[in-house]
């Protein structure tokens, strides 16, 4: 034990005590006799030859501030370190001259265990399906006979100490790839390096900032962040859009490149965060990996700045946080028009204290804002929500929800202006226990002002519903539940329009463990118009089973499902679809052999009915799955 004694002496100086582990695994701890008046005491620390410190915040507890530090964040032997703490206003330090000066210890030879030599390791996954037509009661011209996919993951990685070093690459066989695409592609190359709070990344990157600037499916470049659990910061080289092969792995290809970066700080012990991040570049969606969509979207260039912050408060129980974009974009690189600024902005608030719940949050989003850091936005609306949630006691519980949105609400010509208000109220109460019975309202209504079709119906209406049903769980071996909704619509619009609905549902499982699954589901659906009094009505059921006919090695699997429409003066129809597959499982073969794999043999027969079909189409077929 190491204590020291601040040079003002007394009884109310503050002493650290310092207490090495004796063996392996043990932490090293410390402990700050803190009087009145101190509100604040973290540790700095390294391992002796390293330049920078590392923290560990003490946390207030009897008789003054502690913590410890795991013998893996060690890094040594001979660990330097001093104090700060707050008291009052004023910051103070044990020793007095630190950082100039330092105190140390040195810890026992079998307790900081000798470094890991360097592991090597080479994961791969095999993937695989393979089906054969066995009989089709109906040709269709290009019908393959058989039928093969499948995907090889390969990998590499190296561990040395506190270095981390991965290499990846996902390998695609399609037997019938879509047009413009090879039968073997690489889906997936991915390069990996991590030490201590550092981390880069090289090829296929999800990269994830904020709701207005960058987000969005897998990009292509290089990626590097570094974070301590209070500064973070992100900088990035992207590609918009995906490419195949080497295409872009690095570094971004010319006009899909997105360049940027976000610096992030984390306040009071962590309990507020704030980040800025900035992004620009240039996007073509023609280049992308699968461009059939490409002629919905055009060209476009731009640079975003945003600023998020977010707090929690009161022992967690208040969180706020909210969000500030601004962009600057040309949407359209092909019409001359240049790039105009916009802005949006979005805050949340959220109080939780027991069993009472409330939450709330307002957002707005210009006419013209857009990030290329996002594959798309829907601009142009502002909007409100907010909510509670109580429990009154174990068996009871309240919910309610509000939402109002206006999109387009300073609209061009012959842009459609709307509004949609939605309130919601439900409640719960277990009547016993595995059965709970619920209820609940909703109440919205909407608003559009289209110049170009005044009279499309129920373009303005309002929507009333009320719904009850019950939850009944049956032990562990299966649970039912049913719901009844009545709702009624009224168009508020130049067409008189006014209809109401009834819709049933039931749903359930059950199962017998190593014998039998049954999961059936009923819906039947009733509309009627008031003004016509003619009816819409449409029944949907299905079901989904297996039956275990030799444990762990031949199972029966049955889905299927049958629905029915009827409409106003047009004749009823139906459609029936059915899936039977008898399964032999390999798996327990290869868990003996290899230690892991999962693999089925199955016979399958598929048999489909389809409105205006002279008769049903029923196939068979064999088909082997394997993971290994």
């Given at each position: 034990m190491l204590a020291m004694v601040s040079p003002a002496g007394g009884a109310a100086s503050p002493e650290l005590k310092v207490t090495a582990p004796t063996q392996v695994g043990e932490p090293l701890t410390f402990h700050l006799t803190a009087p009145s008046g101190y509100t604040w005491a973290t540790i700095f620390y390294r391992a002796q030859g390293e330049e920078s410190f590392q923290t560990l915040a003490l946390q207030p507890e009897e008789g003054g501030y502690g913590g410890a530090l795991a013998s893996k964040q060690l890094g040594g032997r001979v660990i330097q370190f001093y104090a700060a703490y707050r008291e009052g206003e004023a910051l103070n330090f044990l020793p007095e001259a630190a950082p100039a000066a330092l105190e140390s210890i040195t810890l026992g030879e079998t307790v900081v265990p000798p470094p890991n030599p360097t592991q090597h390791r080479f994961p791969f996954r095999f993937d695989a399906s393979l089906e054969q037509l066995l009989y089709r009661s109906q040709e269709h011209p290009g019908d393959k006979a058989f039928r093969a996919n499948g995907q090889l993951a390969l990998g590499y990685e190296m561990q040395s100490g506190e270095h981390l070093l991965s290499l990846s690459t996902r390998l695609v066989y399609q037997d019938t790839p879509a047009p413009g695409q090879s039968r073997v592609s690489v889906a997936e190359l991915q390069g990996r390096y991590a030490y201590k709070e550092h981390h880069l990344q090289m090829g296929d990157i999800v990269a994830q900032e904020s709701e207005f600037s960058l987000g969005g499916a897998s990009r292509r470049g290089t990626d590097y962040v570094y974070s301590d659990g209070r500064f973070y910061s992100h900088l990035f080289a992207l590609n918009t859009q995906p490419h195949q092969g080497m295409t872009g792995l690095v570094w971004p290809e010319k006009d899909t490149e997105l360049y940027g970066g976000a610096l992030g700080y984390s306040w009071l012990e962590g309990r507020v965060k704030s980040k800025l991040v900035l992004l620009g570049g240039k996007d073509d969606p023609t280049t992308a990996m699968n461009p059939v969509y490409a002629s919905f979207f055009h060209a476009r260039e731009g640079s975003t700045a945003a600023f998020t912050v977010s707090g929690a408060f009161q022992e967690n129980r208040l969180l706020l946080s909210g969000e500030y974009a601004r962009t600057r974009l040309d949407p359209d690189l092909s019409d001359g028009i240049g790039k105009t600024v916009d802005q949006a902005w979005r805050v949340n608030g959220?109080?939780?204290?027991?069993?009472?719940?409330?939450?709330?949050?307002?957002?707005?989003?210009?006419?013209?804002?857009?990030?290329?850091?996002?594959?798309?936005?829907?601009?142009?609306?502002?909007?409100?929500?907010?909510?509670?949630?109580?429990?009154?006691?174990?068996?009871?519980?309240?919910?309610?929800?509000?939402?109002?949105?206006?999109?387009?609400?300073?609209?061009?010509?012959?842009?459609?202006?709307?509004?949609?208000?939605?309130?919601?109220?439900?409640?719960?109460?277990?009547?016993?226990?595995?059965?709970?019975?619920?209820?609940?309202?909703?109440?919205?209504?909407?608003?559009?002002?289209?110049?170009?079709?005044?009279?499309?119906?129920?373009?303005?209406?309002?929507?009333?519903?009320?719904?009850?049903?019950?939850?009944?769980?049956?032990?562990?071996?299966?649970?039912?539940?049913?719901?009844?909704?009545?709702?009624r619509i009224q168009g508020t619009g130049a067409l008189p329009s006014q209809a109401h609905g009834l819709t049933l549902t039931m749903g359930g499982s059950f199962t017998e463990p190593n014998r039998l699954r049954l999961s059936p589901s009923l819906s039947l659906v009733r509309s009627t118009d008031d003004l016509t009094g003619m009816e819409t009505r449409m029944t949907t059921g299905f079901l989904s089973g297996d039956v275990t006919l030799v444990p762990r090695l031949l199972v029966l699997v049955v889905n299927g499902g049958y629905s029915r429409t009827e409409l106003p003066l047009q004749p009823a129809f139906s459609n029936t679809n059915g899936d039977f597959a008898l399964q032999y499982f390999l798996t327990p073969w290869l868990e003996q052999q290899f230690q892991r794999g999962q693999a089925v043999l199955a016979l399958r027969y598929r048999v489909t009915r389809t409105p205006g079909a002279p008769e049903s189409d029923r196939r068979a077929t064999l088909t082997f799955n394997i993971s290994y």
């Open positions: 959220a109080w939780m204290d027991g069993g009472f719940s409330a939450r709330t949050s307002a957002w707005e989003i210009g006419r013209d804002f857009g990030s290329i850091g996002l594959p798309m936005m829907a601009a142009n609306r502002r909007g409100a929500s907010g909510g509670f949630s109580l429990a009154l006691d174990p068996a009871w519980s309240l919910n309610a929800n509000l939402m109002s949105e206006r999109s387009n609400p300073d609209p061009q010509p012959y842009e459609s202006k709307a509004r949609n208000d939605q309130r919601s109220l439900d409640a719960r109460w277990t009547v016993a226990e595995g059965f709970t019975l619920k209820a609940g309202l909703s109440q919205g209504e909407q608003w559009a002002e289209n110049p170009l079709n005044l009279y499309a119906p129920y373009s303005n209406s309002r929507r009333e519903g009320v719904f009850t049903g019950f939850d009944w769980a049956l032990g562990l071996k299966g649970a039912v539940m049913f719901q009844a909704q009545a709702d």
